[in-house]
């Protein structure tokens, strides 16, 4: 799949809180830092993310985009 944005960061999903409509999914990136992405449970189960998966997170404007594989 291809996508606009162009600011990638390799990180680690360190935590996920599903709702019915909405996850928190937190990411441990390579700088001492944390980022968090707010995306549809639909979303987080179609990436079947856990706790401990590296993912590539897009940053595009406010938006903070898993994508795995």
Known sequence: MKYGARN??????TSIQKGDIM??????VSNPAQMASVLTTESAT??????????????KAI?????KG
């Open 8 to 13: 990638k960061i390799q990180g680690k999903v």
């Open 23 to 28: 996850s928190l999914v937190k990411f441990e």
């Open 46 to 59: 179609d990436l079947d993310l856990k706790v401990g998966d590296e993912v590539q997170l897009v940053v």
């Open 63 to 67: 938006h903070v985009l898993p994508v």
